[in-house]
T-cell receptor, first 116, second 114 residues
Framework: GENVEQHPSTLSVQEGDSAVIKCTYS??????FPWYKQELGKRPQLIID?????GEKKDQRIAVTLNKTAKHFSLHITETQPEDSAVYFC???????????????FGQGTILTVHP | DSGVTQTPKHLITATGQRVTLRCSPR?????VYWYQQSLDQGLQFLIQ???????AKGNILERFSAQQFPDLHSELNLSSLELGDSALYFC?????????????FGSGTRLTVV
């Protein structure tokens, strides 16, 4: 089945700096890659996603890049703010049939702390 | 409000007991997924249902079971509870079972086994 590795596990930046979180996936049939933000005690919320036919997607201060050849995708947050502090999860979905049926496999999460 | 409703929000129970967690998916969503999130852990996939049928199974213990009813709500049953079952249990829904569709998560049920 799919395996998603996420790095780093913790990331500390100063307000205004950029933050980058990287993920690799194992299943070449994966074709959808969302990113979720989870604040303490809250539900994970989708912040951006990318499909396999696209190499990059931006939404204001956040962007995601995908390298299908390397099976690697990254989240970029620019001009970080204290309210960006949260746990960020990457995920991958395989469109293969069989046992996957489209479930998301999540990375282990990155705790991002933005210091004022 | 995400549109995915989970009840109860909190549950405290003793070891050896059985509990049922309930999830109502977002209107129009046919797929329901259950995830377990323990302290300092990521999101561990338990099980998926699509339009009433089980579709995928993850690392779900034999003591755990789930079902999806004709009205599409789902229940996760946890029995013979152990201290290690204490966790946040999330339900998520999506409109389809495959393709490029994201999940919408419910607010979770925090289970504490004492």
């Amino acid at each position: 089945g799919e395996n998603v590795e996420q790095h780093p596990s913790t990331l500390s930046v100063q307000e205004g700096d950029s933050a980058v979180i990287k993920c690799t996936y194992s299943d070449s049939a994966s074709n959808y890659f969302p990113w979720y933000k989870q604040e303490l005690g809250k539900r994970p919320q989708l912040i951006i996603d990318i499909r396999s036919n696209v190499g990059e997607k931006k939404d204001q201060r956040i962007a995601v890049t995908l390298n299908k050849t390397a099976k690697h995708f990254s989240l970029h947050i620019t001009e970080t703010q204290p309210e960006d502090s949260a746990v960020y999860f990457c995920a991958a979905r395989s469109n293969a049939g069989g046992t996957s049926y489209g479930k998301l496999t999540f990375g282990q999460g990155t705790i991002l702390t933005v210091h004022p | 409000d995400s549109g995915v409703t989970q009840t109860p929000k909190h549950l405290i129970t003793a070891t050896g007991q059985r509990v049922t967690l309930r999830c109502s998916p977002r209107s129009g969503d046919l797929s329901v997924y259950w995830y377990q999130q323990s302290l300092d852990q990521g999101l561990q996939f338990l099980i998926q249902y699509y339009n009433g049928e089980e579709r995928a199974k993850g690392n779900i213990l034999e003591r755990f079971s789930a079902q999806q009813f004709p009205d599409l709500h789902s229940e996760l049953n946890l029995s013979s509870l152990e201290l290690g079952d204490s966790a946040l249990y999330f339900c998520a829904s999506s409109v389809a079972q495959g393709g490029g569709y994201g999940y919408t998560f419910g607010s979770g049920t925090r289970l504490t086994v004492v």
